[in-house]
């Protein structure tokens, strides 16, 4: 068989139906293995926020996912006999390279951070990333809700060098998630 144009773009196609369809193969079980993953990463991030809590109750909406779910819009965190101790909740905010998602904890009145962990971001690495890094998240850890905020506006956590918007993002999400529940839970 010659190399014609006509056998070459045969060829080409061939193999680019061959290529779509071992993609198709891989990615349905990807799938559902990152699914897995991002549940468990979640539940050990819950415990984390909100040690008290022996359970979590998510709390939804109205909305459906894409899955025909309802929206977990945040999780009450109860003890042992099934009293609140606080809740968890996701905030998503702008940082300085992207969305910036956090998974944030407060007690049951309101008054104390309990902890923060942030689920996904895009932040420069070596300075926005170090959202990530325990020595910045450790502030938010029983942290009273009226010193949430920098430092320089008279608050308790202290921004990363060159990274203030990322630093200014992770409390304003916990800021936006603590107002989020407490208007829902009236």
């Given at each position: 068989m010659k190399n014609t144009p006509v056998n070459i773009i045969v060829k080409m196609i061939a193999l680019?139906?061959?290529?779509?369809?071992?993609?198709?193969?891989?990615?349905?079980?990807?799938?559902?293995?990152?699914?897995?993953?991002?549940?468990?990463?979640?539940?050990?991030?819950?415990?984390?926020?909100?040690?008290?809590?022996?359970d979590f109750e998510p709390v939804t909406g109205d909305q459906l996912d894409a899955d025909g779910n309802p929206v977990v819009l945040y999780f009450r965190g109860v003890d042992s006999s099934g009293n609140v101790v606080g809740y968890a909740f996701r905030d998503t905010q702008p940082g300085a390279q992207g969305l910036v998602e956090i998974l944030g904890g407060v007690t049951a009145d309101y008054s104390t951070v309990t902890g923060m962990e942030v689920m996904s971001h895009s932040e420069t690495p070596g300075l926005g990333a170090k959202i990530t890094e325990p020595a910045f998240k450790g502030q938010f850890v029983n942290l009273p809700v009226a010193d949430l905020s920098l430092s320089s506006s008279g608050g308790k956590v202290d921004a990363i060098s060159g990274a203030t918007i990322?630093?200014?993002?992770?409390?304003?999400a916990l800021h936006s998630g603590i107002d989020d529940v407490r208007a829902e839970e009236g």
């Open positions: 680019s139906a061959l290529a779509a369809i071992l993609l198709a193969l891989t990615f349905v079980p990807t799938q559902a293995q990152l699914k897995v993953l991002q549940a468990e990463q979640e539940k050990e991030a819950l415990k984390a926020v909100l040690p008290a809590a022996s990322s630093s200014v993002t992770v409390v304003n």
